[in-house]
């Protein structure tokens, strides 16, 4: 892993506006990934980890979801400056993405074939000929079986697992910068996940593309991601390296979120349970947005948002108790 | 839509709202003027006593053929002109809109009940049941409704009776088929499992679970239909299988005009444009309607 | 002991049949369910973990009675069920056993009030006035951390974890011995799992509550469990006490799903197991492999697992599918 930045993220607010008034649903994120690493983006649903990943890549749907402020910086570019026809040649090329669903990124009247090689013809100016084998080598590198009988092969001929993977291929045929990946092991079987992740690792090393990997499960992130952000209610609440993290977490939120998963092993006799919900985004709280469910509130919190404050080189935590 | 966005804080909510705000305007239209022009034809059905300058079914011979008031030649006591025997145009379509929107009311109601009835049937009870409700469906879809239209004026007699039975016999199959498909999948889900777990009566199932959840698409099919039978009860009293003169039904005046099209247009004209008028809300307002109770996943 | 035990799987089949052609002939069986046997104890958790495919909710269907068998028996208070008639089952099975499904947002008739929701096993089974059922419902939500004021409101009024809440509601609303819960937490954001799991612990103390859990995430399954059955491809490999089954895992396949769910950080892997990966993916039900299931994917197979179908043997407290535990 160099220490080249790939992506810097500053600042950035992103909001919905809808009838009932405005969602800011990322409200002033910032971030960096590294060539060669995974930056992970943990919360729960509703904290604005989807929209901030759909935001690097400009696919907000409009025209109610709006960047409405910072700046998206990819190796020394602004994307938020690019045009529209810019930014397109920049998605697949430079920075792709993995959705959650294989079920549906695949598009089921088209073969395995078509779909990777629309990536490439799309962003590589090759002759016909050399199309496919290309395909064949993303295939490939996501470990795809015999992909030579793949390509001509339907996503209903497939396995979860397997589409996943073609996801997969789609979004690395052009050997992008960066990766961005929203839950894409949720709706996959432990023993599959496993698969995945190690796939993935795999992948990284080969490429050396910096991955964001978006996620609410505990054990993705302790397996396959290098730096993690832990994300409430729009907001970073916590930064820091994995381990440091599940050693010594210091957000509340952190904490809590920490002690309320099961964990294989450690036998719990009772789960800790974080009261409350997560607020409306329509109606934040004053002061800290954890401040009504946190055991630990102090009077600031109430009244005044935490700034983000950097304890050491990869450390930063946005909480009134840290300083 | 997409400007440069540069590094300052928050564009103005003006700018959001105002592309939203076009196309809300649009929306609009497409809702509140056919709500107006059925609003406009149900008072005309309702209250055709007292809205009607004329007698429909009486006309002065001396004023025969005399053209809508605005042009040369006509009369201000006939708005829209008159006919071969000088019965009033205008009157003959407000009375008009009350046997075409009766018609439609009725057909409606007794093809969506048998419709729903059936369809929720064959889709939960499925097997054998199904097979054969789904076997009746497809004789009923193929069969020829104008030849049984003629069938039963032949029979019958042409007339408000044949025409309600003649769309209805056969009109009922579309909403089975449909209705069906919609059970069939309600009966697959969870809350439905739950309620035989619960030890809940087929006919309990039926009734409570699945019936409420395909009103939506109930009411959609019910307000698309609105237009398509206006048209076929025209199409059938313009063929002479439905109302007949003298009584005054949109189609029959259309069937009237037909002969007059090159020197009195306005005996078929008007009542034509009656007829493309409510169909065309209805579509509008069952699209709206659709749309409106189509669960969205998000608000935005 | 025997009295101990309040349901009872024997050896339970279920074959799906594949159909082709005009005709509808059958070319083929999907063997969902292929020869499985367990028994739950009253006031214990059972927790049956396996793979999609692999045929847990399936047997979930068979309990529940809403499919019927393709072979084997289910006993429930020592009465077999297919010795019933309908009305003994409606009376005497029906009140006993619920369901509290995977998905809050689909579990519940989006039409129906929360009181009609919760109360409709109570109106169904005990011809009670609309008022009485009332009064019953407010106490069961009450139970569940609802407040009365819910009654009138619609699901979707309600957020994941409280219509989960209120799915156990409707769940107790008859008494019931036992418990099917299938994957009742895997929809529910993180930080609310906690509070259903505490709630499903607290209620199973206070009534004496027996839970079939069904399950992929092995880390709830052992915050709730006392007994766990893992199943691969329809059939049972390993069965036993919670604790000693997680403390030494027997079969190969119990010790990747361990692996694949725990929390190893990178920095640990000097000193712990190496991480146990597994290749390709569970084959289809309509074609399962010859001898052991499990040998496509094994790393411990050698050639009599290809050809001969292991038993289930006794090895300690546990029961294991394996030939190299004979």
Redesign the interface.
């Known amino acids: 892993m160099s220490s080249n930045v790939v992506l810097q993220v500053e600042n950035l607010h992103t909001s919905f506006f809808t009838r009932a008034g405005e969602v800011k649903a990322v409200d002033g994120v910032s971030f960096y990934v590294r060539e060669g690493e995974t930056f992970g983006i943990v919360g729960e649903s509703g904290c604005g980890k989807s929209v901030t990943g759909l935001s690097i890549l400009r696919l907000l749907p409009e025209p109610s979801g709006q960047i409405v402020a910072g700046k998206i910086i990819l190796e020394g570019k602004n994307l938020l400056e690019l045009s529209k026809k810019h930014m397109r040649a920049y998605r697949g090329k430079m920075i792709s993405m993995i959705l959650q669903d294989p079920m549906t990124s695949l598009n089921p009247v088209f073969t395995i074939g078509d779909q990777v090689g629309e990536s490439v013809r799309m962003h590589q100016d090759l002759p016909e000929n050399m199309v496919e084998a290309e395909v064949i080598d993303a295939l490939r590198l996501l470990r795809i079986p015999a992909p030579e009988m793949r390509i001509n092969e339907y996503p209903f001929q497939l396995s979860g697992g397997m589409k996943q993977r073609v996801v997969g291929a789609i979004a690395m045929s052009c050997r992008p910068r960066l990766l961005i990946a929203d839950e894409p092991t949720t709706a996959l079987d432990a023993t599959i996940q496993a698969q995945y992740i190690a796939l993935f690792e795999d992948i990284q090393e080969k490429t050396n593309v910096a991955i964001i990997f978006i996620t609410h499960d505990f054990g993705v992130v302790a397996r396959i991601c290098d730096r993690v952000g832990v994300m409430y209610a729009g907001k970073i609440v916590e930064t820091a390296l994995t381990r440091d993290i599940f050693k010594n977490p210091k957000h509340p939120y952190t904490i809590a979120l920490i002690k309320s998963v099961p964990q294989l092993d450690r036998k719990d006799d009772q789960l800790f349970s974080i009261e409350g919900q997560p607020p409306s985004m329509l109606n934040l709280p004053p002061g800290c947005r954890f401040c009504p469910r946190c055991t630990v509130a102090l009077d600031i919190c109430k009244e005044q948002e935490p700034p983000e404050v950097k304890i050491s080189e990869n450390r930063s935590v946005s909480c009134w108790r840290v300083k | 839509m997409f400007s440069t966005i540069s590094t300052t804080k928050t564009k103005t909510k003006k700018q959001y709202r105002g592309v939203t705000r076009t196309a809300r305007i649009i929306q609009g239209f497409a809702f509140w003027v056919p709500l107006i022009v059925m609003v406009v034809m149900i008072i005309m059905a309702l209250f055709a006593n007292w809205i009607a300058p004329h007698d429909p079914n009486q006309g002065k011979i001396l004023d025969r053929l005399l053209p809508p008031s605005f042009m040369e030649g006509g009369k201000s006591d006939y708005l829209l002109g008159t006919d071969l025997i000088g019965r009033d145009v205008l009157s003959r379509i407000i009375y008009g809109a009350r046997i075409s929107l009766s018609v439609s009311l009725l057909i409606i109601l007794v093809t969506g009940g048998i419709g729903t009835i059936l369809g929720i049937l064959a889709g939960y009870a499925g097997g054998r049941t199904d097979a054969i409700i789904m076997r009746i469906v497809d004789v009923a879809l193929s069969f020829p409704g104008l030849l049984l239209a003629m069938l039963l004026a032949v029979a019958i007699g042409p007339g408000f009776k044949t025409v309600v039975l003649a769309l209805s016999i056969l009109g009922w199959a579309g909403y089975a088929r449909m209705i069906r498909g919609e059970a069939m999948r309600i009966a697959q889900s969870d809350f439905v499992a739950q309620a035989r777990v619960n030890g809940a009566s087929g006919w309990r199932i039926m009734i409570r679970h699945i019936f409420p959840n395909i009103i939506n698409s109930l009411i959609v099919l019910m307000t698309l239909q609105v237009g398509m039978i206006i048209l076929a009860e025209a199409a059938l009293s313009y063929l002479g299988f439905g109302i007949s003169v003298p009584t005054a039904s949109w189609g029959s005046m259309v069937a009237d005009g037909r002969a007059n099209l090159d020197n009195a247009w306005w005996i078929a004209a008007f009542p034509g444009a009656c007829i493309g008028l409510v169909v065309l809300s209805g579509n509008f307002l069952g699209d709206w309607i659709r749309d409106k109770l189509d669960p969205r996943l998000r608000q935005l | 002991m025997a009295t101990k035990i309040l349901l009872e799987a024997r050896d339970i089949v279920k074959h799906y049949p594949v159909t082709r052609g005009l005709l509808q002939r059958t070319v083929g069986w999907v063997r969902a369910v292929d020869g499985v046997s367990f028994s739950i104890e009253y006031g214990k958790t059972m927790s049956l973990v396996g793979?999609?495919g692999a045929g847990k909710t399936t047997i979930a269907r068979q309990i529940?009675l809403?499919e019927k068998l393709t072979s084997g028996s289910i006993l429930f208070e020592e009465k077999d069920l297919y010795k019933m008639t309908p009305k003994e089952i409606?009376a005497e099975y029906?009140?006993k056993?619920?369901?509290v499904?995977q998905?809050p947002w689909?579990?519940?008739?989006?039409?129906?009030r929360i009181k009609d929701v919760v109360g409709?096993?109570i109106y169904?089974?005990n011809k009670q006035s609309k008022k009485d059922v009332d009064k019953d419902v407010v106490k069961l939500l009450e139970q569940v951390g609802i407040g009365a004021e819910g009654i009138n409101r619609y699901p979707h009024e309600f957020?994941g974890?409280q219509r989960q809440r209120i799915a156990v509601a409707?769940a107790l609303a008859l008494n019931p011995s036992l418990l099917i819960l299938d994957e009742p937490v895997s929809a529910l954001?993180?930080?609310?799992?906690?509070?259903i799991?505490?709630l499903f612990?607290d209620l199973q103390k206070k009534f004496n509550l027996s839970y079939l859990v069904i399950a992929?995430?092995?880390?709830?399954v052992?915050?709730m469990s006392h007994s766990v059955a893992i199943l691969y491809l329809g059939q049972l490999v390993e069965y036993g006490d919670s604790?000693t089954l997680?403390a030494r895992p027997l079969h190969p396949y119990t010790k990747?799903?361990?692996?694949?769910?725990?929390?190893?950080?990178?920095?640990d892997s000097e000193g712990k197991a190496k991480?146990i990966?597994?290749?390709g993916?569970?084959p289809s039900p309509l074609n399962p492999p010859s001898g052991c299931r499990f040998h496509t994917r094994c790393s411990e197979a050698n050639e009599r697992c290809s050809k001969d179908v292991p038993e289930m043997r006794k090895v300690g407290k546990q029961l294991v599918k394996c030939h190299h535990y004979e």
């Open positions: 793979e999609s529940l809403l409606k029906r009140p056993v619920h369901y499904q998905n689909s579990s519940m008739n989006p039409r129906m409709e096993p169904v089974n957020s974890g409707r954001d993180v930080s609310i799992r906690a509070q799991m505490n612990k992929h995430n092995l880390a709830t052992r915050y604790e997680f990747a799903l361990i692996s694949a769910s725990q929390l190893t950080l990178p920095e991480q990966i597994l290749t993916e569970m």
